[in-house]
């Protein structure tokens, strides 16, 4: 296999012409190096917001930059919930006394085959601590499996005025335990969807100078499930993902990102359920730092947005996330 | 002592194994107004179905459910055979714990716990055997 890779100036071997390339050039490596983290943070995810249906959806979670051949890394993710959307679109804070914190230690890693495409596997292990009314409860397990793919058509910052230009695929198989087959009455050990799921996507990136600017869409489609003998299926899941960033000296990154989950409404035996659409909308702020010569750390702040009419049939929370990537060129 | 067991539940957890813990107090037994909460037709409309909740409305945690069968005329349906699912359809999953159903007279039945753990739209799906084999649906939400 010919394998074209970038010039040698991004090698570890040459640190003293790394430390000379352009502004655009660093802009563009971290720029792609906070979309990573954001990516991993913000692509929304199949009900993503209850921790026991993490693990679908997850498009570019170790995405490698154009110079790295490999990486692999742990993401930790915390997430306290504050309110919920019910299935009209009415939002209710969490009933004083009630909690639930989510928790994740999130595995992955990726590998370059060809100057173009790569593939990444991301492995979450997910923890749920419940405390509603009388009850509390904690647990978890691994989560839903996943794997991607990523084609870069255009590497940003490398063809004149073009933008970036990707297209993305992803499958999760459910290695998740879902809620239904959970050991406890508040499901906290439920870790996945118990469904597969398939994503496709396109992502467009623009660098001007030091500062960045991304989007990313995604359609995925969840397998369906079944109850009692009757047919549960799904919607076509639609996400969106933009962000920005700004790149200061030594690659740090800082930026911000807004992402839109909408999914339709469920069907059982081919009659849609009315109420049963999913929608929410998220907003933060991400930080990347790099260290040594092939290390990365990587951050967010997250928040859903609790306003009425903005979500459905789902959590609302806020949290964060902190990534360590060990990179290989 | 809890945040040792916590820390182990981590550790399962990064290793791939599930765990969990909860502690379930006693309930006392569920009390039920005397007008439903909705009435229902079953899909094959053989049957109605007057459902009321207790705690009314249904809220997040422990709950219960009486459904009451009668025949389109009102006359009580005595010798049905009953079970209830309940199901989130927007996320594609039900409750871990199926619930207990007793029936308290004829024609009426309590289902018991429904450990409804996450907000949202809520269904009970239901299913009748023996006299009458039909299905009927009860939506609901909880905030």
């Known amino acids: 296999m010919t394998r074209r890779r970038q010039p040698s100036k991004f090698s570890s071997r040459s ?34 917001a ?57 595995l992955f890693g990726a590998v370059r085959l060809g100057s173009h495409l790569q593939i990444g596997l991301w492995a979450p292990f997910v923890q749920t601590s419940r405390q509603v009314g009388g009850l509390s409860g904690w647990g978890g397990g691994l989560g839903d499996v ?12 490398t063809r ?40 496709l996507g396109v992502a467009i990136e623009e660098i001007v100078g030091n500062a960045f600017v991304s989007l990313g869409a995604w359609v995925s489609q969840r397998s369906a499930r079944t109850v009692m003998g009757s047919e549960q299926s799904f919607a076509p899941r639609l996400s969106a993902l933009l962000a920005g960033g700004y790149t200061f000296g030594h690659d740090a990154t800082v930026g911000a990102f807004a992402s839109l989950l909408r999914q339709g409404d469920a069907r ?48 609302v929370g806020f949290g964060g996330t902190l990534a360590i990537i060990r990179f290989w060129i | 002592m809890r945040v040792v067991a916590l820390c182990v539940c981590l550790g399962l957890g990064v290793a791939g194994l599930g765990c969990g813990d909860q502690a379930i107090p006693p309930e006392p037994p569920p009390s039920f107004a005397a007008d439903p909460d909705q009435l229902l037709a079953s899909d094959s409309g053989a049957l109605l179905i007057a459902v009321r909740f207790a705690p009314r409305p249904p809220a997040l945690g422990s709950n219960a459910v009486e459904l009451s069968f009668t025949d389109p005329g009102g006359a009580t349906m005595a010798g049905l055979g009953v079970e209830v699912v309940p199901w989130m359809p927007a996320h594609g999953h039900g409750t871990s714990v199926s619930p ?13 716990p429904l450990y409804l753990f996450m907000p949202g739209s809520w269904e009970l799906r239901i299913t009748t055997s023996g006299i009458v084999d039909d299905t009927a649906k009860a939506a609901f939400e909880i905030q």
């Open chain 1, 160 to 199: 004149g005025a073009w933008p970036g230009i990707a297209l993305l695929a992803a499958l999760s198989v459910p290695t998740g335990q879902p809620p239904d087959e959970a050991d406890d009455p508040l499901a906290t050990s439920g870790t996945g969807t118990g469904s597969f799921e398939g994503s």
């Open chain 1, 146 to 157: 996943a794997a991607n793919v990523r084609f870069d058509a255009v590497n940003a910052g």
């Open chain 1, 15 to 48: 640190a003293p012409q790394a430390a000379r390339r352009s502004a655009a050039d660093a802009a563009a490596m971290s720029a792609v190096a906070l979309a990573v983290v954001v990516g991993i943070a913000a692509v929304p995810r199949g009900a993503a």
């Open chain 1, 50 to 106: 209850q921790a026991c249906c993490v693990g679908t959806g997850l498009v570019t979670p170790a995405r490698l930059r154009t110079f790295e051949d490999r990486a692999v890394g742990m993401q930790m993710r915390a997430r306290s919930v504050m309110g919920a959307f019910g299935g009209t679109g009415s939002y209710a804070t969490s009933v004083s006394g009630n909690r639930e914190v989510g928790f994740e230690e999130d």
């Open chain 2, 100 to 112: 207990t159903i007793t029936e308290t007279a004829p024609g009426r039945f309590v289902a018991t």
């Open chain 1, 268 to 315: 059982d035996a081919g009659v849609a359920i009315a109420n049963s659409s999913v929608a929410l909308v998220t907003a933060g702020a991400a930080l990347a730092l790099p260290f040594w010569q092939s290390w990365r750390l990587q951050a967010t702040l997250f928040s859903d947005v609790p306003i009425a009419g903005w979500g459905r049939n789902q959590s």
